[in-house]
Nanobody
């Protein structure tokens, strides 16, 4: 059974930092794009960041550019999201996603076939 397990969520103050981690089990995704999405209450799930199979190409939601960094370690089979200068509007459930399609990255949820259960990030004043 393939699973993506996220960790690192919690409550953080405005301006603070948090690192989310995702560890796949059951298979490796080292040849495929991986990403982070988030969903706030009452809103659609939105793309946050994605990284290609090599880790050399990444792209971000405009509102997190310069504050968030996505990275992967294919040897360790891990995916991270370093979040700095957090804002209240970053509050959401964050989901790790992995693709099995060959492409640079995908910006829509349909590009990813495996999902984690989500981890809550709450940014409070």
């Amino acid at each position: 059974q393939v699973m993506l397990v996220e960790s690192g969520g919690g409550q953080v103050q405005v301006g603070g930092s948090r690192t989310l981690s995702c560890i796949p089990s059951g298979r490796t995704f080292k040849n495929f794009a991986m990403a982070w999405f988030r969903q706030a209450p009452g809103q659609e799930r939105e793309f946050v960041a994605a990284v290609d199979w090599s880790g050399n190409y990444a792209d971000y939601l405009d509102s997190v550019k310069g504050r968030f960094t996505i990275s992967r370690d294919n040897a360790k089979n891990t995916l991270d999201l370093q979040m700095n200068s957090l804002k209240r509007e970053d509050t959401a459930v964050y989901y790790c996603a992995a693709s099995t399609k060959y492409a640079h990255v995908f910006y829509s949820p349909e590009g990813y076939q495996y999902w984690g259960q989500g981890t809550q990030v709450t940014v409070a004043a």
